[in-house]
């Protein structure tokens, strides 16, 4: 008797044991993929100790393209990372703008697991619905009708750039287009996007015998007589065309601020003129609002900001709040591309899409722009606040919503390297934007505490670095 029962109990401890293992790996052959989900156990604080990182193994087999801080991030939570010795950091880089929602989400990690759960890539080949939803959210947010999306900010303004080419050699009879951005720029870091991008250092020994891509002009940021005089030029009258085998404007594209180059914001005035020489000859205006767009600057897209409608914008960083995906949108009418004209094997997968779809939806939930305009005037006024206490440091508060660049003075004695390192060493992350420019990008749901610590923590570093 005492055997059958021993028995007994093995068997139904076995069949338990069996029933945790599928419900544990989510896999039933019983369960469909519609099968509800089990409830999500929320991410531990901390994770369980891993090995020590090694940072001379992995300086030994990653490429070395950046000069990265000594710092190793173990995990996060909201605004606050924390490094692998347990040292907490407030983080107002976000990823270079792009945690928008802060870490460890609990809606943008339900969003990806369950996707992850059900198909996380298809290809383009089939219709993916997340995407569909995506798109509508972006064309429900903006001036755009239609989406291509992609992985990166360079990929988005990759297909920005052959976008206005088609639309210039189609529309317009173009046989040599011509893309105008502005001089201090910062595009990306393909060869098309590094030849956009007006900055010199980032195309060094990139060329080919000293050329980069054909086709771009630049022009200083905020210089409305020398964008006309630049698209005067190119487009020119009968004889110049005639001579100029074909050139002619197919887009101005530039940021509605600028990031890298120092959080400096397009004027509207030089908008507005980049709008009407658009409209005159047929060009596209684009937007680059890879660092701008999705709430950064207070409005949903940057180009609102001057109330000034354009034909093609780009978006990434913020858009998967981490998760990698990027999209150019356009208007009907710059919608010149057909099947098989551009493409990206990953391009809006569902787990991509899933991702996007659960910003915009906590952005709605949380109310993110308000919060941004309230905290972006925080910030900017805390920060400047700082200019009388330490004279002859900070130039200049400039930026909009929460991309906010603190320009120091040349004179101040250190760079914004040392800023930004001293505050790492006090526990804040920010980056620079430019070698004078201490830029603060922290996630959009930063709370008011955390604004008046990040506003004390600048203060703190400045008054070390400049009793020095
Ligand atoms: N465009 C702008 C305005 C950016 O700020 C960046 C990146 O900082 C890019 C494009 C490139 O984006 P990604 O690094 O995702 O390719």
Known sequence: MARLLTAFLLLVNSLTAFELGVRGVGISARSSPRTPLPQLVATPAKPAAKPAFDPAAFDKVVMKTYGRFSLVVSHGQGCYLFDDKGK????????????????????????????????????????IPQQGELAQRLVDSSCADRAFFCNSGAEANEAAIKLARRHAITKLGAKRPVIITA?????????????????????????????????????????????????????????????????????????????????????????????ELCDATGALLMADEVQTGMGRTGEFWGYMKHGIEVDVFTTAKALGGGVPIGAMCCKESANVFGPGDHASTFGGNPLACAAGNAVMKAFEEDNVLANVNARGEQLRAGLRALVATYPGVIKEVRGWGLIVGCELEEACGFAAADVVAKLMENGMLTVPAGPRVVRFVPPLVISEAEVNEAIDKFGAALKILSAK
């Open 183 to 275: 001089l201090n720029s910062f595009h990306g870091r393909t060869l098309a996007t590094i030849t956009a991008t007006g900055q010199a250092k980032y195309q060094k020994n990139f060329g080919y015998g000293g050329k980069m891509v054909e086709g771009f002009e630049y022009v200083p940021y905020n210089d409305v007589a020398a964008l006309k005089k630049m698209v005067a030029k190119i487009n020119g009258g009968f004889f110049s065309r005639l001579f100029r085998r074909g050139r002619k404007v197919a887009a101005i594209m530039m940021e509605p601020l600028q990031g890298e180059g120092g959080i400096t914001p397009a004027t509207t005035e030089f908008y507005r003129a980049a709008r």
């Open 88 to 127: 907490k950091y407030l983080d107002c880089a976000a990823g270079i703008a792009t945690c928008c929602l802060g870490h460890a989400d609990e809606r943008l990690i339900k969003a990806v697991t369950e996707q992850m759960r059900e198909v996380n890539h298809v290809s383009n080949l089939y219709y």
